[in-house]
Structure formats: structure tokens, C-alpha cells
């Protein structure tokens, strides 16, 4: 168990919905990072925000939204949902990125399914 | 773009057999180079190299950086049924954000 906690689980829907994951980062990890890892595209990293703050963008849809609460934990937002986005979503979270030892602690995944 | 390659895609081993994995990269950059081991679900930490970091070792597991040819070797001896699992290989780059770039991993099958 990384201390990283994600829900839900699993998360079914439809086609043109919304849906909200949430995240919350190991204690005293101030980093958190989204990636999205479906089959045939491997781990992508979506975005990073520190101390709630966006620090680093990656491939994320504009379509997906994220943001950073003042209790660290993170919610990713994503909207107008299409069959493509059906993967795993795991949130990481690390202490410090501009510390030299800057592991990120992955968690479990939400699994979403789109129908 | 940031890139990282990993091979073999898939290795089948029997138990016993000392495997070596693979991982290149070509980042702007480079702060560090990740290891981790993705069994069911959410990837778990092995190894973090950087530049003052080229080798760790844990137990049967250990893994080598070269800067010079931008690369990373994972070394496991005596593999057991318990190694099953995709290997990923990950790149940090950055100032002061921290983006990792993930290889597609190597699936690591060990039988009896």
C-alpha cells in the first residue's frame, strides 16, 4: 500500500457524460500527478500540480480538467466522455518535484468504463 | 518530444533464470530514471538513478545507469513465480515541475 488513495474504483458510464476522480497524496506529499494508461498507449502523464498549483502539462485532453484543493487532495474532471477514454487512472504523488530524490508513490487506479 | 523504448516487449522465463531488462531514452533535461514493477494494478516503486545514483541493488533486484549511452539495465537473479509483472521504465525531466515519460514496459512472465 503507497499511502495514495483513489476513488472510485471502478466508474461506468456513458458516452457524453462527466465524471470526477479524486485523489488523496501520501502525507506530507505536497506534488500530485495524473497519468491515463489504456492499452495500447501505455502510461501517459496528463498533469502535475503542486501545493495546488499546475505545475506540468502533458497530454491532457481539453476536454479533462484537474485542479489541486488547499488539503492536497486532487480531483480530475472529465467531461463530454467518449468510448476512447474507457482506461485506468492513476493519480502518484512525491513530496517535492525540485527535490533530488523525487519518487512519485502511485495509487490503486480508478478503472473507468465508457459505454 | 521526450522518448523511452524498453526491450524485450515480453520475456518468458523459467524459475531459476537471471533476466535482464532493458530501457533507452532520449529526454531534454534528464533529472532521473525510474524503475517500477506493475503486477495487477497501481505500478510500485524500484529504483530511482540519477546522475550521483548510476547503481542500487535490492536483494535479488538490482539496476545500472549510463549517461554516456542513455540507458538503463534491470537485473533480476533467481527469478520466481512472484516476478511475474510488467517492468515500466520511466525518465524524469525537468526544472522545477517533474514529468515522467513512461516506456511501454517489458511483461516478465516466470514459470515453474
Known amino acids: 500500500d503507497s499511502g495514495v488513495t483513489q476513488t472510485p474504483k471502478h466508474l461506468i458510464t456513458a458516452t457524453g457524460q462527466r465524471v470526477t476522480l479524486r485523489c488523496s497524496p501520501r502525507s506530507g506529499d505536497l506534488s500530485v500527478y495524473w497519468y491515463q494508461q489504456s492499452l495500447d498507449q501505455g502510461l501517459q502523464f496528463l498533469i502535475q500540480y503542486y501545493n495546488g498549483e499546475e505545475r506540468a502539462k502533458g497530454n491532457i485532453l481539453e476536454r479533462f480538467s484537474a485542479q489541486q484543493f488547499p488539503d492536497l487532495h486532487s480531483e480530475l474532471n472529465l467531461s463530454s466522455l467518449e468510448l476512447g477514454d474507457s482506461a485506468l487512472y492513476f493519480c502518484a504523488s512525491s513530496v517535492d518535484p525540485r527535490a533530488r530524490m523525487n519518487e512519485q508513490f502511485f495509487g490503486p487506479g480508478t478503472r473507468l468504463t465508457v459505454l | 518530444e521526450d522518448k523511452v523504448v524498453q526491450s524485450p516487449l515480453s520475456l518468458v522465463v523459467h524459475e531459476g533464470d537471471t533476466v535482464t531488462l532493458n530501457c533507452s531514452y532520449e529526454v531534454t533535461n534528464f533529472r532521473s530514471l525510474l524503475w517500477y514493477k506493475q503486477e495487477k494494478k497501481a505500478p510500485t516503486f524500484l529504483f530511482m538513478l540519477?546522475?550521483?545514483?548510476i547503481e542500487k541493488k535490492s536483494g535479488r533486484l538490482s539496476s545500472i545507469l549510463d549517461k554516456k549511452e542513455l540507458s538503463s539495465i534491470l537485473n533480476i537473479t533467481a527469478t520466481q513465480t512472484g516476478d511475474s509483472a510488467i517492468y515500466l521504465c520511466a525518465v524524469e525531466a525537468g526544472g522545477t515541475a517533474s514529468k515522467l515519460t513512461f516506456g511501454t514496459g517489458t511483461r516478465l512472465q516466470v514459470t515453474l
Open positions: 540519477t546522475s550521483s545514483g
